[in-house]
């Protein structure tokens, strides 16, 4: 299926999932926005009031410290796709409970399959804990995991910063990283896709294989 397809499916299937209980005091599921060819997919935890109430993602005070996060970083709001573990309001804003993440992994799992990007970013615990088990954010923020061949590095999420205002200036410093860790994998791929020519070069039989034309 085309990836962006798949993404509007997804997004369809979210809107109307009845999985978990959070379908119960939700306004609007929140499925994600983005190009589905984005290069950097940002995960957060769960939509919050202003989320609930426009059915897009970091709309709130955390998508405002967001934006300006992703300007730190040289990155376009337009061109990173943006989602959450949760597509629905937990009421009171509460952490999400296993079942509803268990409930939406299978929609995660689809977009990441449909967008494929070369780096995830995840913002707060519970997106981390999906990429590296269980590790405390507090030791492995800002750091970064190849994870099935993708570059999944670990950040706090914008609103523990708004409301922490210790960890902000972490929160700058991680963001600040992210430019270098996209030129990692953007070489990472790039040395792949050379692997990968080479090697179909070398199943082709003798009279298809290119030759090098001799000067003398």
Excluded at 56 to 73: I, N, S, W
Aim: charged share 25%; net charge negative.
């Amino acid at each position: 299926m085309d990836p962006l397809d798949l993404l509007n499916q997804v997004a369809a299937e979210v809107r109307v999932c009845v999985q978990c209980q959070l379908n119960v005091s939700r306004k609007n599921a929140v499925p994600g926005e983005g190009p589905p060819n984005a290069e950097v997919l940002f995960i957060g935890e769960g939509p919050g009031f202003y989320e609930n109430e426009q059915g897009r993602p970091f709309v709130g005070a955390a998508g405002k410290f967001l934006d300006e996060l992703l300007q730190r970083a040289h990155l376009q709001r337009e061109k990173v796709f943006i989602t959450n573990v949760v597509k629905c309001r937990p009421p009171g804003n509460r952490d999400p409970l296993p079942e509803e993440l268990e409930a939406c992994s299978w929609f995660l799992d689809r977009q990441i399959e449909a967008i494929n990007p070369m780096v995830i970013v995840t913002l707060g615990r519970f997106s981390m804990a999906k990429f590296m088990g269980n590790v405390r954010i507090s030791d492995v923020h800002g750091q970064s995991r190849w994870v099935n061949g993708r570059l999944v590095v670990a950040m706090f999420h914008p609103a523990a910063a708004l409301h922490q205002p210790s960890l902000k200036n972490a929160v700058l410093d991680d963001f600040g990283r992210l430019p270098g860790y996209l030129t990692q994998a953007r070489t990472n791929r790039d040395k792949m896709q050379a692997v990968q020519v080479t090697s179909e070069d070398e199943n082709l039989p003798d009279e298809d294989k290119p030759t090098q034309l001799s000067l003398f």
